[in-house]
């Protein structure tokens, strides 16, 4: 393996590298773990890969911001013809909505973890599995019995 290949491949694409090893963690934490609150952190840390990813794709090399300065003297059909590469603000402006999402999703699971406390005394899965389980036989043997 040439090192020329691992720096074009691997070196310059550092972002795409790190958005991946975050889903992967945050995929991890959303399905390996039994603690709800862990599970929202791992979701959290999903969201916020997919922004990254999706911010790095935005991203153009010696792009500026698309905002022309002063008056144009000229008509908007010569602005495409300017040398300058602009970055489209698109992903960004995608992104930004995304975040709130991200904010609003995680507000509405931390108040249905503390409604789920509230109610079994645990965040655990599998505890709340099981006292969900003991509830509904409990709930069968009167009516069998009737």
Do not use: C
């Not at 999706?54 to 300065?69: C, H, M, N, Q, Y």
């Not at 969900?132 to 409990?138: D, L, Q, S, V």
């Amino acid at each position: 393996m040439e090192l020329g290949w691992f720096v074009e491949h691997v070196v310059e694409k550092y972002n795409y590298w790190m958005a991946i090893i975050l889903m992967l963690i945050g995929l991890y934490g959303t399905i390996a773990k039994d603690n709800l609150m862990k599970k929202l952190i791992g979701l959290n840390i999903f969201q916020t890969a997919i922004i990254l990813f999706f911010i790095s794709l935005g991203d153009v090399r010696e792009g500026t911001a698309p905002i022309v300065k002063g008056s144009l003297p000229w008509g908007t059909h010569e602005i495409a013809e300017l040398p300058y590469k602009y970055a489209n603000p698109l992903p960004q402006v995608l992104m930004l909505t995304a975040i709130v999402v991200m904010a609003a999703t995680a507000a509405v699971a931390l108040a249905l973890i503390i409604r789920i406390y509230e109610k079994y005394g645990t965040i655990q899965e599998e505890e709340i599995l099981e006292k969900e389980i003991e509830r509904a036989r409990g709930e069968r043997s009167p009516r069998e019995e009737a």
